[in-house]
């Protein structure tokens, strides 16, 4: 074939194509508004080429169209609510019962310290029920017999007698002296052999001032603290008290064993009046709770008892008393009320006439120091009674003569 007609072919198609290519926009311009529902048409450039408009989803009209559900937003589940538990009534605790005290009742009056403000309150525990006593507490918890510039007692204590007029004076002091002392003027350390000399002055003045008018004195001896150092310090100042106490008639009452477990060691909880275990004393190791304050005046009761015997008597009889009844603790019997009873030997039935036991010594006279005070003291250990397991010392060994052996 000649150039002339395949260019003549070529350009035959090149028409073609641009007619197909006219017919097709006219067509597509030209297209008439669809109506609803009518079928689309679909133009030559979409049958030959696949392009042009996008053809739309059909729409019918007795389909319901789908709308998706909303999603409601889901319930919390609610937790079956627990049946709310009634509070228990708290346990009702017995109305104190109210004693009015006696017109002519008997005054004890306790001075001292913090530890004697304690006492007061468990004496006034203890005969609260008793008309015939009336506790009256004048203390001062900084106080003692060394700072006489912070407060005085032998100034004070005067004025308190007149002014209480008791049947009893109770003391109680010690706990504040740990610091130095003024003495003419110097400033003297603890413990020194000045400072307890002085301090031993002191406290005789003082408990023959408490006996000036013939008043019965209780003195209490310190409790043992926390502190080692501290419960050291009280054992010697309750030497001091018991000896200076006893040269003027007074009574010194030790309380040590009640706030100490059996190997003499401090306790924060013991057994209160009942054998119960309860904490006695607070957190700080140095003051007491309201048991110790009540196990601290059972030692001290008893000899006021004692000491006003009629006064504790029965409170059966009094309005509002409930029937209750103090015992009355009797005078100790004296030494010729007792029967002595001669010891009867194994061997012979018969009295033998003795005075005294076998094997028995005269009373021993008390220094005024116990065996735990000479060892804080000065480290002295009782000697144990011959015989007894924890004596230690080699008998004499006796003599044995043997007979010599003649050989013959």
Same mark, same amino acid.
């Given at each position: 074939?000649?150039?002339?007609?395949?260019?003549?072919?070529?350009?035959?198609?090149?028409?073609?194509?641009?007619?197909?290519?006219?017919?097709?926009?006219?067509?597509?311009?030209?297209?008439?508004?669809?109506?609803?529902?009518?079928?689309?048409?679909?133009?030559?450039?979409?049958?030959?080429?696949?392009?042009?408009?996008?053809?739309?989803?059909?729409?019918?009209?007795?389909?319901?169209?789908?709308?998706?559900?909303?999603?409601?937003?889901?319930?919390?589940?609610?937790?079956?609510?627990?049946?709310?538990?009634?509070?228990?009534?708290?346990?009702?605790?017995?109305?104190?019962?109210?004693?009015?005290?006696?017109?002519?009742?008997?005054?004890?009056?306790?001075?001292?310290?913090?530890?004697?403000?304690?006492?007061?309150?468990?004496?006034?525990?203890?005969?609260?029920?008793?008309?015939?006593?009336?506790?009256? $507490?004048?203390?001062?918890?900084?106080?003692?017999?060394?700072?006489?510039?912070?407060?005085?007692?032998?100034?004070?204590?005067?004025?308190?007698?007149?002014?209480?007029?008791?049947?009893?004076?109770?003391?109680?002091?010690?706990?504040?002296?740990?610091?130095?002392?003024?003495?003419?003027?110097?400033?003297?350390?603890?413990? @020194?052999?000045?400072?307890?000399?002085?301090?031993?002055?002191?406290?005789?003045?003082?408990?023959?001032?408490?006996?000036?008018?013939?008043?019965?004195?209780?003195?209490?001896?310190?409790?043992?603290?926390?502190? @080692?150092?501290?419960?050291?310090?009280?054992?010697?100042?309750?030497?001091?008290?018991?000896?200076? @106490?006893?040269?003027?008639?007074? $009574?010194?009452?030790?309380?040590?064993?009640?706030?100490?477990?059996?190997?003499?060691?401090?306790?924060? @909880?013991?057994?209160?009046?009942?054998?119960?275990?309860?904490?006695?004393?607070?957190?700080?190791?140095?003051?007491?709770?309201?048991?110790?304050?009540?196990?601290?005046?059972?030692?001290?009761?008893?000899?006021?008892?004692?000491?006003?015997?009629?006064?504790?008597?029965?409170?059966?009889?009094?309005?509002?008393?409930?029937?209750?009844?103090?015992?009355?603790?009797?005078?100790?019997?004296?030494?010729?009320?007792?029967?002595?009873?001669?010891?009867?030997?194994?061997?012979?039935?018969?009295?033998?006439?003795?005075?005294?036991?076998?094997?028995?010594?005269?009373?021993?006279?008390?220094?005024?120091?116990?065996?735990?005070?000479?060892?804080?003291?000065?480290?002295?250990?009782?000697?144990?009674?011959?015989?007894?397991?924890?004596?230690?010392?080699?008998?004499?060994?006796? $003599?044995?003569?043997?007979?010599?052996?003649?050989?013959?």
């Amino acid at each position: 074939m000649s150039g002339k007609n395949s260019d003549r072919i070529g350009l035959h198609w090149l028409l073609h194509g641009l007619i197909v290519i006219a017919i097709g926009i006219t067509a597509f311009v030209m297209e008439p508004p669809r109506q609803a529902g009518a079928q689309e048409r679909r133009s030559i450039l979409d049958m030959l080429f696949g392009f042009g408009r996008r053809r739309q989803p059909p729409v019918y009209e007795d389909v319901p169209i789908y709308e998706p559900r909303q999603r409601q937003p889901q319930q919390q589940r609610q937790k079956p609510k627990k049946a709310r538990q009634k509070a228990k009534p708290a346990p009702v605790e017995p109305a104190p019962v109210v004693v009015e005290k006696l017109p002519d009742a008997k005054k004890v009056l306790v001075v001292g310290d913090f530890v004697a403000g304690s006492l007061g309150d468990g004496l006034k525990t203890a005969f609260e029920t008793t008309p015939g006593i009336i506790i009256e $507490t004048r203390a001062n918890g900084s106080s003692g017999l060394v700072r006489d510039d912070y407060f005085n007692w032998p100034e004070n204590l005067p004025a308190y007698v007149a002014e209480v007029k008791p049947s009893v004076v109770i003391v109680s002091l010690g706990a504040n002296e740990r610091q130095q002392m003024s003495i003419d003027g110097e400033k003297e350390k603890f413990r @020194t052999d000045r400072w307890l000399a002085e301090y031993t002055r002191r406290t005789g003045a003082f408990a023959a001032l408490a006996r000036s008018e013939k008043i019965p004195l209780l003195w209490v001896g310190m409790p043992p603290f926390q502190s @080692t150092s501290m419960t050291a310090d009280m054992v010697t100042l309750n030497g001091i008290f018991r000896n200076e @106490t006893e040269k003027v008639g007074g $009574t010194f009452v030790d309380i040590w064993d009640g706030f100490v477990d059996e190997d003499g060691k401090f306790v924060m @909880t013991g057994s209160d009046i009942n054998g119960q275990q309860v904490r006695l004393r607070g957190s700080d190791g140095i003051n007491m709770t309201k048991a110790g304050k009540r196990k601290l005046a059972f030692y001290v009761e008893k000899d006021i008892r004692k000491l006003l015997g009629d006064a504790a008597a029965s409170t059966q009889d009094v309005p509002g008393a409930g029937g209750l009844k103090d015992l009355v603790v009797a005078a100790p019997t004296a030494n010729e009320d007792i029967i002595q009873t001669q010891p009867i030997s194994l061997d012979d039935p018969e009295l033998d006439g003795a005075s005294v036991l076998l094997g028995g010594n005269a009373a021993l006279t008390s220094n005024g120091k116990s065996p735990r005070d000479r060892l804080v003291e000065k480290g002295e250990i009782a000697e144990a009674p011959a015989g007894r397991v924890d004596d230690f010392r080699l008998a004499k060994p006796e $003599t044995v003569i043997s007979n010599p052996v003649i050989r013959n």
